[in-house]
C-alpha cells in the first residue's frame, strides 16, 4: 500500500517498520542462508498465536536440524532457501504467513492446469502436441497419481484450507517448474521427461523447456460483461427489470483507511513524509500507480459509495443485491462492517472474538492495543492471547461520533436480500465479511471455502531477513468467527466452481445461480 512511486520505493526499503529480534544468532558457521533461516524460524516462535498447537515444538525441531542441513552447501541459492523455507511455514498452512525472496526458476515444463470441483484438467499446452488434449482430466503424472502429486506439493502452499492450496499450485506453477516436482521426488533433473497421463487413456510426454521458451495453445477466455474485474476498487450496476442489483468489491481499502494504516507499518519518524505524500496522490488526476488501486477517485470515501448505491437500490425498488468478493484479497474490516450497517436495522449484529498475542513483535507494529490494554490494568502479561473485543456488537465504531468510521443513524438501509459471491481468492479482512454475512444470517453465500478460515492466526505482520533481505510476514492476532458452530471452514450456502467451458464461453456460474434464487424468491411470492 505504501510502494509509491519513488518516494514509496524509499519507504518500502527503508521505512517499513520491521520488528528485531533482541538476541543475536551466535553460530558463526552459518551461511546467509542457514542464518536467515534460524532467524525465521525464532520470528515464529516469537509473535505467532498458538504456534505450539499447531506446529509442535518438536517437529519445529526435528524440521529445522534437516532443513538447515539441506542449505549447507556453498552452492546453495535464494532458490533453494524459497523452497525450503516454505515447506516450513507450510506446516502453519496460513495465509498471513510466508515468505518471498527473488529467485530465478530456470526450467519449466510446458502446459497448464485448472481446478474444478476436486479434479484437474489441462488448460494449455506446448503447440507440439495435440490441442484437443486441452480439457481433458489429468489421472497421473509421471506414474504418480495426481491426488499424491497435489498432496506432496501443497506443502509448500499458505492457503488455508484445500481448495485454496490446489489453486497456490497451478497460480504459482507448481505443477511445472522443474525444481518443485525435483523437491517432491516426481522428477531427478529437468532432462526427465514429464509424461501426463488423462482419463481418457490418452498421455502427453514433455520436455522441460527454458522458461522464455513458451509457446502454448491458449485457451480463449471471455470475461463476463457484467462481472469481469473492472478499474474502480468498489463499483455498482442496477437492474430494475430483473429486480438486483450488483456491486463489485475489489479491495476493503478507501482514503482515510490508506492514511491509517501508515500509522501501523511505518517507522514514526516517517509517517509525516508518507502522509504528505499519500495526500498529494489524492487530489492528482492522474494518482501514482501505487496508490490509485487503494481508493475510489469518484467516491475516495467508502461509506459516501455505500450511500449513495443503497438510495440508489431503494429509490429503483429492486429486492435483491449481489455483493462480488471473488477478487478481493483484503484490507480493512472497519469498511466491510460500515456496508453491513447499511444493509440491517439489527441491534444484535455480532462481530469475531479478536484476541492480541501480547508478544514484542505485535506490540511494535499495533502500540494502541497496549495503550488499551494499560487503561485498565498495570502490566500486561506477555505471550498470552489477551481479549481485545468480545464482538457482542459489531457496531461499535460507526455508532461512535469521535470515530472516523461513524455513520449517523439516519442511514438508508436496504431490506432486501443479499446474496454474496465468495471464492479462495477472497482473502483477510474480505473473507471475514463473508464470515460476518454468514454467521448474522445477512446473506446467501455462494461459491467456495474462502481464503482465511474464519477462526485462527490472523492480522499480517510484516518485516525482513537481515542477510538474504527476504519479505517475511507472520500473523500475530487470533480471532475466532461469531457463530463457532458453524465450524474452522466458512461453508458456503451453496457450493459453486468455475469449469473450463464457463471460462471459453464467457458463463459465471456464480452469478447464474444467484440469478436462479432471485427468480425462486419471486416465483414464490
Same mark, same amino acid.
Given at each position: 500500500?505504501?510502494?509509491?512511486?519513488?518516494?514509496?520505493?524509499?519507504?518500502?526499503?527503508?521505512?517499513?517498520?520491521?520488528?528485531?529480534?533482541?538476541?543475536?544468532?551466535?553460530?558463526?558457521?552459518?551461511?546467509?542462508?542457514?542464518?536467515?533461516?534460524?532467524?525465521?524460524?525464532?520470528?515464529?516462535?516469537?509473535?505467532?498465536?498458538?504456534?505450539?498447537?499447531?506446529?509442535?515444538?518438536? /517437529?519445529?525441531?526435528?524440521?529445522?536440524?534437516?532443513?538447515?542441513?539441506?542449505?549447507?552447501?556453498?552452492?546453495?541459492?535464494?532458490?533453494?532457501?524459497?523452497?525450503?523455507?516454505?515447506?516450513?511455514?507450510?506446516?502453519?498452512?496460513?495465509?498471513?504467513?510466508?515468505?518471498?525472496?527473488?529467485?530465478?526458476?530456470?526450467?519449466?515444463?510446458?502446459?497448464?492446469?485448472?481446478?474444478?470441483?476436486?479434479?484437474?484438467?489441462?488448460?494449455?499446452?506446448?503447440?507440439?502436441?495435440?490441442?484437443?488434449?486441452?480439457?481433458?482430466?489429468?489421472?497421473?503424472?509421471?506414474?504418480?497419481?495426481?491426488?499424491?502429486?497435489?498432496?506432496?506439493?501443497?506443502?509448500?502452499?499458505?492457503?488455508?484450507?484445500?481448495?485454496?492450496?490446489?489453486?497456490?499450485?497451478?497460480?504459482?506453477?507448481?505443477?511445472?517448474?522443474?525444481?518443485?516436482?525435483?523437491?517432491?521426488?516426481?522428477?531427478?533433473?529437468?532432462?526427465?521427461?514429464?509424461?501426463?497421463?488423462?482419463?481418457?487413456?490418452?498421455?502427453?510426454?514433455?520436455?522441460?523447456?527454458?522458461?522464455?521458451?513458451?509457446?502454448?495453445?491458449?485457451?480463449?477466455?471471455?470475461?463476463?460483461?457484467?462481472?469481469?474485474?473492472?478499474?474502480?476498487?468498489?463499483?455498482?450496476?442496477?437492474?430494475?427489470?430483473?429486480?438486483?442489483?450488483?456491486?463489485?468489491?475489489?479491495?476493503?481499502?478507501?482514503?482515510?483507511?490508506?492514511?491509517?494504516?501508515?500509522?501501523?507499518?511505518?517507522?514514526?519518524?516517517?509517517?509525516?513524509?508518507?502522509?504528505?505524500?499519500?495526500?498529494?496522490?489524492?487530489?492528482?488526476?492522474?494518482?501514482?500507480?501505487?496508490?490509485?488501486?487503494?481508493?475510489?477517485?469518484?467516491?475516495?470515501?467508502?461509506?459516501?459509495?455505500?450511500?449513495?448505491?443503497?438510495?440508489?437500490?431503494?429509490?429503483?425498488?429492486?429486492?435483491?443485491?449481489?455483493?462480488?468478493?471473488?477478487?478481493?484479497?483484503?484490507?480493512?474490516?472497519?469498511?466491510?462492517?460500515?456496508?453491513?450497517?447499511?444493509?440491517?436495522?439489527?441491534?444484535?449484529?455480532?462481530?469475531?472474538?479478536?484476541?492480541?498475542?501480547?508478544?514484542?513483535?505485535?506490540?511494535?507494529?499495533?502500540?494502541?492495543?497496549?495503550?488499551?490494554?494499560?487503561?485498565?490494568?498495570?502490566?500486561?502479561? /506477555?505471550?498470552?492471547?489477551?481479549?481485545?473485543?468480545?464482538?457482542?456488537?459489531?457496531?461499535?465504531?460507526?455508532?461512535?461520533?469521535?470515530?472516523?468510521?461513524?455513520?449517523?443513524?439516519?442511514?438508508?438501509?436496504?431490506?432486501?436480500?443479499?446474496?454474496?459471491?465468495?471464492?479462495?481468492?477472497?482473502?483477510?479482512?474480505?473473507?471475514?465479511?463473508?464470515?460476518?454475512?454468514?454467521?448474522?444470517?445477512?446473506?446467501?453465500?455462494?461459491?467456495?471455502?474462502?481464503?482465511?478460515?474464519?477462526?485462527?492466526?490472523?492480522?499480517?505482520?510484516?518485516?525482513?531477513?537481515?542477510?538474504?533481505?527476504?519479505?517475511?510476514?507472520?500473523?500475530?492476532?487470533?480471532?475466532?468467527?461469531?457463530?463457532?458452530?458453524?465450524?474452522?471452514?466458512?461453508?458456503?450456502?451453496?457450493?459453486? /466452481?468455475?469449469?473450463?467451458?464457463?471460462?471459453?464461453?464467457?458463463?459465471?456460474?456464480?452469478?447464474?445461480?444467484?440469478?436462479?434464487?432471485?427468480?425462486?424468491?419471486?416465483?414464490?411470492?
Amino acid at each position: 500500500m505504501l510502494t509509491l512511486g519513488s518516494c514509496g520505493v524509499f519507504l518500502q526499503k527503508n521505512g517499513m517498520k520491521a520488528f528485531k529480534l533482541p538476541q543475536k544468532i551466535k553460530d558463526k558457521d552459518l551461511n546467509k542462508y542457514q542464518y536467515d533461516f534460524v532467524y525465521m524460524s525464532q520470528l515464529l516462535e516469537e509473535g505467532f498465536p498458538k504456534l505450539d498447537s499447531i506446529f509442535p515444538k518438536g /517437529e519445529r525441531e526435528k524440521q529445522k536440524s534437516f532443513f538447515l542441513k539441506q542449505l549447507n552447501h556453498p552452492n546453495t541459492t535464494n532458490k533453494d532457501f524459497l523452497l525450503q523455507a516454505q515447506k516450513y511455514l507450510g506446516n502453519v498452512h496460513n495465509q498471513h504467513t510466508n515468505v518471498n525472496l527473488k529467485s530465478t526458476f530456470e526450467y519449466y515444463y510446458p502446459f497448464k492446469v485448472f481446478n474444478s470441483y476436486g479434479d484437474l484438467y489441462l488448460r494449455n499446452i506446448e503447440r507440439t502436441q495435440d490441442s484437443l488434449l486441452i480439457g481433458k482430466k489429468i489421472i497421473s503424472i509421471n506414474g504418480f497419481p495426481i491426488k499424491e502429486v497435489q498432496k506432496r506439493l501443497r506443502q509448500f502452499s499458505s492457503s488455508e484450507n484445500e481448495i485454496g492450496q490446489l489453486a497456490d499450485l497451478r497460480w504459482y506453477y507448481y505443477y511445472y517448474k522443474v525444481d518443485y516436482l525435483k523437491e517432491i521426488k516426481v522428477i531427478s533433473g529437468h532432462k526427465d521427461r514429464l509424461v501426463i497421463k488423462f482419463e481418457d487413456g490418452t498421455s502427453a510426454p514433455l520436455n522441460a523447456v527454458n522458461g522464455s521458451d513458451w509457446d502454448l495453445y491458449s485457451i480463449k477466455e471471455r470475461p463476463h460483461p457484467l462481472t469481469r474485474s473492472r478499474k474502480d476498487i468498489y463499483s455498482y450496476h442496477i437492474f430494475p427489470e430483473a429486480n438486483f442489483g450488483y456491486m463489485q468489491y475489489l479491495a476493503c481499502y478507501d482514503r482515510d483507511e490508506v492514511l491509517q494504516g501508515i500509522g501501523a507499518y511505518v517507522k514514526p519518524w516517517l509517517q509525516p513524509v508518507a502522509r504528505a505524500y499519500v495526500k498529494r496522490q489524492f487530489k492528482k488526476k492522474k494518482p501514482s500507480k501505487r496508490v490509485a488501486p487503494y481508493f475510489n477517485q469518484k467516491h475516495p470515501i467508502f461509506k459516501d459509495f455505500v450511500w449513495e448505491m443503497v438510495d440508489s437500490l431503494n429509490n429503483s425498488g429492486v429486492e435483491h443485491l449481489i455483493i462480488d468478493l471473488r477478487r478481493n484479497s483484503g484490507g480493512q474490516l472497519n469498511l466491510g462492517i460500515e456496508l453491513l450497517y447499511f444493509l440491517t436495522d439489527r441491534k444484535d449484529v455480532k462481530g469475531f472474538k479478536e484476541y492480541t498475542y501480547t508478544s514484542r513483535m505485535h506490540q511494535k507494529y499495533f502500540p494502541g492495543d497496549y495503550r488499551e490494554f494499560m487503561e485498565n490494568q498495570d502490566k500486561v502479561p /506477555e505471550y498470552q492471547l489477551v481479549l481485545r473485543s468480545d464482538g457482542q456488537d459489531l457496531f461499535t465504531k460507526v455508532k461512535d461520533s469521535q470515530s472516523i468510521f461513524y455513520i449517523p443513524p439516519n442511514r438508508p438501509i436496504f431490506k432486501g436480500k443479499v446474496y454474496v459471491l465468495a471464492n479462495y481468492q477472497t482473502g483477510s479482512a474480505a473473507a471475514m465479511l463473508a464470515t460476518l454475512f454468514q454467521d448474522n444470517q445477512l446473506a446467501t453465500i455462494i461459491g467456495t471455502h474462502v481464503g482465511n478460515n474464519p477462526t485462527g492466526p490472523t492480522t499480517f505482520t510484516p518485516m525482513k531477513l537481515p542477510k538474504t533481505k527476504a519479505y517475511f510476514g507472520m500473523a500475530s492476532s487470533y480471532q475466532i468467527r461469531a457463530d463457532e458452530s458453524k465450524g474452522l471452514l466458512l461453508e458456503p450456502d451453496y457450493w459453486v /466452481e468455475y469449469t473450463i467451458d464457463d471460462l471459453a464461453k464467457g458463463r459465471d456460474p456464480f452469478l447464474q445461480k444467484a440469478m436462479e434464487l432471485i427468480k425462486q424468491s419471486g416465483a414464490q411470492k
